[in-house]
């Protein structure tokens, strides 16, 4: 996600650590590397024109902080100068008063509407709402089936034209949409609309016309992130032709520049509400402007680290599984479970590359094989559950049983052991010297 840019910024703020004072000179210099780094990312000149302008005129301002050295006074400036430029405070879906909501989505083909429409579908769905998704793509020939399948994967139903009953009228099929909502008590409506591979007349009129007919409460313009240049001329025109009240970077997993996509908002005027990064239903999440800044700039994104935690998290289980580690009581089924938590928050590559200083280990986090960790559950399934609870049983006919059942070489099944005894050891000595895990520390 904005690899190319944020390995940039990050050293040229690097170079401004160990620096006592920091003179006007060394923040022009500064200021004249973040420019190169933003004009190389794609981001609009009008945007980094004032981009560089807060900089440098907040940094010779000297916004004089006790607890900051100069250095630390540049990025904390850079950083928000970032959150200004993403739009400032997140900016959430607004709902109608009287359901259902509708939102409309618009956007070039390709650009991942059909895919979004399924995975914000999951998303309202897995917040309590009932979302219908609506067929309005009738132009490109798989698109209905297409959303279909997405929507039995969000397990959110599809409204769609009878074959033979308006097939080729998009905005009738809007309109009966909204009545087949109220009708099925679904109080949000996700309307997928055609698009083209270019900007074109008929597109936006279409658009048009079905935003005419179901008045929507959102039109969200997706706009794929790998596009570069056009990003920013493809939203100028979706918001003269349409019009639009937010926007959703899609395919933010790709390795392009992206920073074109970063100035959508600065041009357009509209938000960034929904970020989409991978294919699967579950890559995706709300645009937070202050995170997505802190990761542009190596810093990391602990909170929506921690929120995913939360949701794959038992937290009866892993207290349960902190208490047993400080008394060197953990199995490999208590590991299992933990793992499987930890899997469910979505590829570990991901959740590494929310940590901070993780562009630094990004080779090792590119070469990072999940599969290995498929393999060790495979060897932990193939246990029995007295061999879980107590891993020293393991003989070497057990191992051979091991192996045999999980597809895997004996050496496989000792290297896991071995390990999982070392760590438990580890474990122990830590919480005999920090007081144990899990019991007593306080947590808010
Ligand atoms: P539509 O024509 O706008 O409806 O676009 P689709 O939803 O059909 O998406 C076009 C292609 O982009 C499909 O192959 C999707 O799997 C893929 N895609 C969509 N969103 C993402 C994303 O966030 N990351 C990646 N890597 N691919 C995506």
Known sequence: MFDTLSDRLTSVLTNLRGKGRLSDADIDATAREIRIALLEADVALPVVRNFIKGVKD???GAEVSQALNPAQQVIKIVNEELVTILGGETRRLEYAKNPPTVIMLAGLQGSGKTTLAGKL???LAGQGHTPLLVACDLQRPNAVNQLQVVGERAGVPVFAPEPGNGVGDPVGVSRRSLDEARRAQHDVVIVDTAGRLG???????QAADIRDAITPDEILFVLDAMIGQ???NTAEAFRDGVG???VVLTKLDGDARGGAALSVREVTGQPIMFAS???KLEDFDIFHPDRMANRILGMGDLLTLIE???QAFDQEQAEQAAQKLGTGQLTLEDFLEQMQAVRRMGPLQNLLGMLPGAGQIKDQLANFDEKSLDRIQAIIRGMTPAERADPKIINASRRQRIARGSGVAIS??????NRFFEARKMMQQMAGQFGGFGGGGSRN
């Open 58 to 60: 907040r940094a010779k």
């Open 121 to 123: 579908a999951k998303w």
């Open 199 to 205: 900007i074109d007349e008929e597109m936006m009129k």
């Open 230 to 232: 056009d990003a920013v």
């Open 244 to 246: 639009f009240s937010g």
């Open 277 to 279: 990064s991978g294919e």
């Open 308 to 310: 995913q935690a939360e």
């Open 412 to 417: 496989e099944i000792n290297d896991l052991v």
